[in-house]
Structures are given as C-alpha cells and as structure tokens.
C-alpha cells in the first residue's frame, strides 16, 4: 500500500469516527430540530408520534443510515392498505416487515414489553387502538427476557396514545410498550410492525 492509499484510509476511518461520535453526542435540541426536519422520511407523509426519543432516533438512524433509508422506500412504494396480512421482507435481518387485520384487546389483556435486539416500528394503517408507552427502567419485569423472542414483559406506569393512520411509533430498548388496546367504535385494526435492527 503507498502514502496515498494510506492517508486515504486514515482520512476514511477519521471521518467514520467523527460521524460516530457527533451521532452519540448529539444534543436534544439538534436532535428535535432534526426530526422536524424530516430529512429521514424518505419522502413520506407519515408523521412522527410525540412519544418518540428524538436523540435515540437519531443515533440509531445515524448509526444505521441505509437500512432506516431502505425502510422509508418501502413504505413510500407500497400500498399498505392493500397489502395483505403476512410477513414481508426490506433488507434481510436487518428489517422486515409483519402485517396483521385482528382484533385488539381489551386493557386488561394487553401487556407490557420490551425489546433488545430490534426497534418497533408501528403503524397502524386502519382502524384506532391506544398504546401505552414507559420507561423500561421504571417497569416491573414480569417475565424475563426471553433470548429467542427477543421480549421481555412487564407491570408499569405509562403515557397512553391514540394511534391511529398517519402517525408511526418507534419503541427502542429503553421503551416498555403496551399496544394493542381497544379503542372504542374500532374493534378490528390494519396495523404494521417493522422490525429494525438496533445498532450498537
């Protein structure tokens, strides 16, 4: 390898560094300032949920560029309220895409979990139900996290939400999450869920 190809590498692996380390030390502001931006919907119309982390969005957007860029494609190629109940791929293990019509829960049978391995990334296409969001620190570990499901579920006390079509949801490892729960006057849901990978 000569000089040039040498500084080019070093230059190369700086860059990735500096990258890295401004996407761990963004501030809350620039990170809020940034979603608003919607720089990462690809195009979309869909809005963001006010329960979501803007700085941990955009780390791990940052961290995982191409396959958050792969997920938006698809959501803005494809017609989800055609699209029938099924699993779907959008990059391998990285993301992939789970679409279901059924029934949600009454309160009292929805539970509480969290994930370490993927993000959620929910959106329900038809219909309304609430979700219940809480931080997974605060929660009352019910079952332990099962390794080959990626879950653990819990007891806690969280901020609950309508979700409905247009806005989408993003759970991450710190997020115990409770959707799923009936909201009247809506008995049957259309809803997607994305598996993203997290990055670490």
């Known amino acids: 390898m000569n000089i040039s190809k040498k500084t080019l ?3 190369g692996l700086c860059l990735l ?4 380390a401004q996407a761990q030390t963004v501030s809350k502001k620039q990170a809020e300032k940034w979603l608003k931006s919607r720089t990462w919907s690809g195009g979309t119309e869909l809005k963001a949920s006010p329960s979501i982390k803007a700085v941990t969005f955009y780390q791990q957007y940052q961290a995982n560029k191409a396959v958050w860029e792969k997920v938006f494609a698809y959501i803005k190629a494809t017609d989800l309220n055609t699209l029938a109940p099924g699993k779907y ?3 391998g293990d990285n993301a992939f895409a789970s679409i279901t019509e059924a029934p949600s829960k009454e309160e ?3 539970t509480w979990e ?3 391995n993927y993000i959620d990334f929910q959106y329900v296409i038809r219909g309304k139900e609430k979700i219940g969001v809480a931080d997974v620190s605060k929660a009352t570990v019910t079952n332990a996290y099962d390794a080959t499901k990626d879950v653990a579920n819990y007891t ?3 901020k609950y ?3 409905e079509p247009g806005t989408f949801y993003l759970f991450f490892p710190e997020d115990a999450h409770r959707p799923n729960i009936k909201v009247d006057g809506f008995d049957v849901v259309k809803k997607m869920v994305i598996k993203i990978k997290v990055a670490n």
């Open 9 to 11: 590498l070093l230059a």
């Open 17 to 20: 560094w500096f990258t890295a």
């Open 89 to 91: 791929p959008i990059d």
């Open 108 to 110: 009292d049978k929805a």
């Open 114 to 116: 969290s994930h370490k």
């Open 156 to 158: 806690a006390d969280g």
């Open 161 to 163: 939400y309508v979700a």
